[in-house]
């Protein structure tokens, strides 16, 4: 199964309301994971189900299924 990952040297957190990913908000497993705000978020691969909401939804377009 598919699984989410992002791309560091393309996410830009900075340009995300309050330094906050957004695509946390789409994610129905809550697999994207961002400890501080302005932080490159992270994908938990065990909440991962390969949805690609977030692939959709992130407007830097630095996330994708593998």
Same mark, same amino acid.
């Given at each position: 199964?598919?699984? #989410? @990952? ?10 995300c309301?309050?330094g +906050? =990913?957004?695509?946390?908000?789409? %994610?129905?497993?809550? #697999? @994207?994971?961002?400890?501080?705000p ?8 065990? +909440? =991962?189900?390969?949805c690609?909401? %977030?692939v ?11």
């Open positions: 199964m598919p699984r #989410a @990952i992002v791309d560091p040297q393309r996410c830009r957190p900075q340009e309301v309050d +906050r =990913c957004r695509v946390r908000k789409v %994610c129905p497993t809550k #697999a @994207i994971i961002q400890m501080e302005h932080e490159v978020p992270a994908t938990d691969p065990g +909440r =991962c189900h390969g690609s909401k %977030c959709a939804d992130c407007p830097a377009r630095a996330i994708q299924l593998v």
